[in-house]
RNA sequence: GCGCCCGUAGCUCAAUCGGAUAGAGCAUCAGACUUCUAAUCUGGCGGUUGGAGGUUCGAGUCCUCCCGGGCGCGCCA
């Protein structure tokens, strides 16, 4: 009988355990199995699950360790040992069980994978046409683009969409700028440098000169007039010029959608939504703009969605995005990676759809991340102070590509892996920290390749791979092999064996920082195991169950990196 | 002024939605390459978890207040 036959689960590695403890305990205590949550315990020597029994006593009117000790020699779990420490029931699967789930599952394509039915919407990305990524951006795209890939590793369906910042108020002033100060040749040279520049000195020449924000308002007016006037092929040409751009820098970032709908793809259907909110009888005027009310949802800020001037603003066209989708995708959730300082937007953008009667509302779900600030104060493109995006990535693939000469002289391909290198690093800096934390840009850090970064769980992969290239031969089919040689590895196996567990939390609580924090903590039972036990040259059936050890090792770094967006090169 | 978020080792961060002795990396000090990549590994140093109360079997985590920082608060996005 093998190990996956006891389990109809479908779940990998040490879930399919925690599920089986779970089920035990359940039927011991009488209690429904979804209610139980497993800890798992600090020390190695505790195992790798526990119940603190103190709630499940109190309910039975018994001491915490009284009920412990019982339920340890009651429970009867295949493959599992129980063991009640204190007030603790602790778990610990038996080591020949283990090898050989762990070994089964981890050299497997699909490690970790699930079988959902749900549909999700990640909005990610969405930088402002006619401005430049700067590191800001750089959270949203990667953060946006490592969930989307979890949820898909976990069966969601999953429809990207950046959300291009491509209309409104801001292009007004942008076309008027242009009639002023524009200039061919320095935009055939440099577009969005040149589409910069003339936002900023609008800005600057606006607080002298109070005429301009006028000009500004009127462009947009003939922009919103949804005419095929000057101001609307100025601002298509300056689309498709900052778009290209865009594209190189998703490109490295590893970030690709499955729409690139700026908010002018709303356009046709604003009218619609302000007849909708009107027939839902929420607009009302207040001081020359349309608001919707938002006291009855408890919010004081009223959501504008029409100015005095008649122009749409980012609620209208947001709310008119959302209902657009809900009619397109019927979707399950709707995750919008968005920067913290937007909370108010999300939450009046749900008090809306509420108050329209809409009962899906509650499906948005703004993934809020921290901004990303200098030591000396924050970034602020309008007043030119910014870091791109794009010089980021070139610095540090160019400190990789130094190392790389230095550490591997002889490297096939130093530009290619030093490329990989270097956007592993900056990508996996961003997604290590908990997403809701402000970050503070520092070169040192961000260009760091030793200890917890990117290169590290890169390096460690690479290893994995000139072992395997070594043994010039295919990873053993697991039916040949004898899992239990490894019974004594089991930091490698258990750091293995938690991938799945790693990936469904980081999906679920919407956390790219815990499979980031688990691959580390993986990587580095691989350097023990890689430290400990020599792999190449031992007697055949040791060299199979550790090379199968290696493979499996190799194969859920590659998958969890893949999962990240940090490419994952075979030598560096 | 009101609201929300955050204060953990010198620095950057963890701590499994209240569980066991608060852990990593960087920096620093001391060690390990004739053996599968030393971008690695081993060990040392480093803590009144901003402060004061409270809740309970148990608090870095929850509640109150204070201090410090960040963000937001109607015609930008």
């Not at 104060?377 to 007043?383: D, E, H, P, V």
């Not at 540090?396 to 990989?420: C, F, T, W, Y």
């Not at 169950?545 to 190799?554: N, S």
Request: proline residues 5%.
């Amino acid at each position: 009988m093998t190990a996956s036959s006891l389990d109809s689960s479908g779940l990998h590695g040490l879930e399919a355990f925690e599920e089986r403890i779970r089920g035990a305990l359940a039927e011991v205590l009488g209690v429904p199995a979804e209610d139980l949550a497993l800890d798992r315990p600090r020390q190695a020597g505790h195992g790798e699950f526990a119940l603190p029994c103190f709630q499940a006593a109190q309910a039975a009117g018994r001491k915490p360790p009284e009920l412990a000790a019982e339920l340890a020699a009651r429970l009867q779990v295949p493959e599992v040992e129980a063991r009640a420490v204190g007030p603790f029931l602790n778990f610990r699967v038996e080591g020949a069980a283990l090898a050989r789930r762990v070994l089964q599952d981890a050299l497997r394509p699909d490690f970790g994978r699930r079988r959902r039915t749900r549909t999700s919407i990640v909005e990610f990305g969405s930088p402002n046409i006619a401005k430049p990524m700067h590191v800001g951006h750089l959270r949203s795209t990667v953060i946006g683009a490592a969930l989307a890939r979890i949820l898909e590793h976990l069966g969601h369906r999953v429809v990207r969409i950046n959300h291009l910042g491509d209309w409104g108020a801001q292009f007004g002033k942008l076309v008027a700028a242009w009639r002023r100060w524009g200039q061919e040749d320095r935009l055939e040279a440099d577009p969005i440098g040149h589409l910069l520049a003339l936002y900023v000195r609008f800005h600057e020449e606006a607080e002298e000169n109070p005429g301009l924000e006028e000009q500004g308002r009127q462009a947009f007016q003939e922009l919103e007039s949804g005419e095929d006037n000057e101001a609307r092929r100025l601002w298509q040409r300056f689309t498709e010029l900052s778009l290209r751009e865009f594209q190189k820098t998703f490109d490295r970032l590893g970030a690709r959608f499955d729409h690139v709908r700026g908010e002018s793809w709303y356009e046709d259907r604003l009218p619609g939504v302000l007849a909708w909110l009107e027939g839902k009888d929420l607009l009302q005027q207040s001081e020359g703009a349309w608001i919707v009310d938002l006291e009855p949802e408890g919010i004081q800020t009223p959501c504008l969605v029409k100015t005095a001037h008649g122009t749409t603003l980012y609620a209208t066209r947001d709310l008119a995005a959302a209902l657009s989708r809900w009619e397109e995708f019927a979707f399950d959730e709707c995750l919008y990676v968005v920067g913290n300082e937007q909370k108010l937007h999300f939450e009046q953008l749900r008090a809306v759809l509420r108050r329209a009667g809409c009962d899906w509302a509650d499906r948005i779900e703004h993934v809020a991340f921290g901004l990303v600030r200098f030591a000396e104060g924050k970034l602020s493109t309008r007043k030119g102070r910014v870091l791109l995006l794009k010089e980021v990535l070139d610095r540090a693939s160019e400190l990789a590509l130094e190392i790389v000469r230095e550490k591997n002289p002889g490297h096939p391909d130093p530009e290619g892996v030093a490329e990989q290198v270097g956007v592993g690093a900056v990508i996996f800096h961003d997604l290590k920290h908990q997403r809701t934390k402000d970050v503070v840009f520092d070169w040192k850090e961000v260009l760091s390749f030793d200890g917890d970064t990117g290169p590290y769980l890169q390096y460690t992969h690479a290893r994995c791979c000139a072992i395997l290239r070594k043994a010039g031969r295919p990873v053993p089919d697991f039916a040949a092999l004898r899992p239990e040689i490894l019974a004594e590895d089991r930091e490698l196996l258990t750091a293995l064996g938690r991938f799945p567990a790693a990936v469904r939390e980081a999906g679920d609580r919407r956390e790219p920082s815990i499979l980031a924090g688990h691959l580390l903590r993986l990587a580095n039972a691989g350097n023990a195991f890689y430290r400990d036990r020599r792999v190449l040259g031992e007697e055949p059936p040791v060299e199979d169950a550790r090379l199968a050890a290696i493979g499996a090792l190799r194969n859920t770094l590659g998958l969890g990196l893949g999962l990240l967006g940090v490419p994952a090169p075979e030598s560096m």
